[in-house]
């Protein structure tokens, strides 16, 4: 066994979209949460040949009832004691229903032992003020999120699960008081805040919350400098990898992996939470693999123009093509930086 | 970069079966490949809760058209600039021909840099004597294995691809010799020959061999004690790391990445040939992942055993599904076992 795995043997249930070439969905979180340790077993959601960054794309969409299949597939076989689930994108609102009943299946199960099923849940919607799922998809998440464990909406998303559109740090906090209180989820991680600040350099922030028992949000931050590049599939890196470093911040608390949601006892404060101690390392990971894809990109890109002589703008498509390919992140040969992140930034109190 | 792995970065298109939980086909290939450092882009040809070992699965197959389909989407996006491929399990003939149209428009598209695309094909259509494919797979093959550079038959479909019955050494080697002459591949490697031998020690052998110029084989033989546990995906794991090993091997002799179908120069005896080289890592790494899994298997069945207070073998059906699971192969916290195989097992002429 390998002794450098930052977790005990975790079993995963992953659903979410694959994609043939490059990371996306499935095919970036599986393989991260794999070489940090984890036993996946994967629901695919679609099977596409690429993301849609590329501007074209050739594949299907799986159907809720062939979500459901799978997992009855496994159910019969005694396969689903999971110990950990992670949904992801969804291809509309019947697939989210049947990623519902799957949650609350295993939820169910794990009904006399807390904390034994843990379910982190990306409510994958739109981006920056776009949907990119049919309308009936939203209220097929609110539906969804009281279940769940811990919700990654990036700032849009968290805007329509709140109805609260967050334009400073006060509506930022009204926004996770409001999530909090109308789904009853336990914890929260805001994927990307992008308020505007007095600083020069451009940063991102994620904003996360545990309640403690009293129902009282800890919220806190950790911020880190942005990087110049369009990547796709970073959601579903921060979520894999959060997977992962949560299942090890809780473990090193004694007890805490047998409470239900795991929920920190209440004098622990927001900069100590497993989840912000998490957050710090997802982030590390991450800013160390973005700033190598992107260093991989330019000299792609470089390449590229070189052998076009120059003239690569010219001709639209190819140039969106060009630059979807070489911004897709390097993962596989970059195991180094998932396993072992050197902490940067640190969470701070809101 | 990672400066622990085995090969320069090598985009492989790996085309198999798809398992949610457990390890077989592209489940398995995939995995061995990316920890090893290869950039995979996987088209799944079924959809699949788990292996059939089970004795009961949901999912589904994927047509010949949606192989074609998701292959066309990485076309059209200029993502198909492979330098290996591995074929696996297809569900059909008409699945068989696809991927063949895959393989031969890969291998027109490096007519003009010999070496540039490798194919390493799993003719999977039985074993032990049994077909488990339809009738109309074997000529569907047949029609294939001439455009592949490495095929990896294991005795019964070596047979059904030769005509020939494996008896002894001599009806093995005449095997071999009509599978080079009929199909002119250049590459062989008979991944489970077990033949009558005096020895006490149950083994099984690897024989492979890779034509002269003069269209002579060049025999070689590894040969591995027998573990004693059925297990499922081995032939995946095989032909996995075979792509990465046989690529390393060959990358280290000067000019020969170059080549096509990356064939040794005549005076190259068998037992050094890079295939030979790159068995034998590949038996060790999985010789030690094979025995690490056998053990995990037997505590899993004597925690079973325990818990049933030794009743297990009473339910015939859940029994076997203790044993499916118990057996499957132990990857992910293996990687080590992957990465450093210990030779131990050396190639010798035949």
């Known amino acids: 066994m390998s002794t450098d795995l930052p977790v005990p043997e975790t079993r995963v249930l992953a659903i979410a979209s694959h994609v043939s070439y ?3 969905g499935n095919t970036m979180a599986v393989f991260v949460m794999q070489s940090l340790g984890c036993e996946v077993a994967a629901i695919n959601t679609v099977h596409f040949s690429n993301h849609l960054g590329y501007g074209q794309v050739k594949g299907t969409r799986v159907s809720a009832s062939e979500i459901t299949d799978l997992y009855e597939g496994l159910t019969q076989s005694n396969l689903n004691d999971f110990d950990m689930m992670l949904t992801g994108y969804l291809p509309g609102a019947a697939s989210v229903e049947a990623a519902g009943k799957i ?4 939820k169910y199960k794990a009904t006399t032992r807390p904390g034994s099923l843990f379910w982190v849940l990306d409510p994958v919607m739109g981006d920056n003020g776009k949907l990119y799922v049919a309308a009936d998809v939203v209220p097929a998440y609110k539906n ?3 279940d769940a ?3 990654l909406p990036n700032q849009f998303e968290a805007e329509i699960l709140s109805d609260v559109k967050i334009v400073d740090m006060e509506t930022l906090k009204d926004a996770i008081k409001v999530l909090h209180e ?3 989820i336990p914890h929260i991680l805001i994927t990307s805040v992008s308020l505007p600040s007095p600083g020069a350099e451009r940063h991102l922030s994620v904003i996360g919350s545990t309640l403690t028992s009293t129902a009282t949000p800890r919220i806190f931050t950790v911020t880190v400098p942005t990087i110049d590049c369009h990547f796709n599939g970073t959601g579903d890196m921060f979520a894999a990898l959060m997977v992962v470093r949560l299942r090890e911040a809780v473990s090193t608390v004694e007890g805490l992996s047998d409470k239900g949601s795991w929920v920190s006892n209440d004098e622990v404060e927001a900069p100590n939470l497993p989840l912000a101690r998490a957050t710090e390392k997802v982030l590390a990971s991450m800013h160390n693999v973005l700033l190598k894809t992107k260093q991989k990109k330019d000299i792609e890109v470089e390449k590229y123009k070189a052998k076009t002589d120059g003239k690569l703008e010219e001709d639209q498509k190819q140039y969106k093509l060009v630059i979807a390919r ?3 992140v390097s ?3 970059n195991v180094d930086s998932l396993k072992n992140p050197s902490v940067r930034f640190t969470a701070e109190k809101i």
């Open 326 to 328: 070489a911004s897709e």
């Open 331 to 333: 993962v596989v040969r």
């Open 103 to 106: 949650g609350r299946d295993l």
């Open 182 to 184: 109308r789904y009853r």
């Open 149 to 151: 464990d811990l919700i």
């Open 22 to 24: 490059g990371y996306v």
């Open 144 to 146: 969804l999120i009281k």
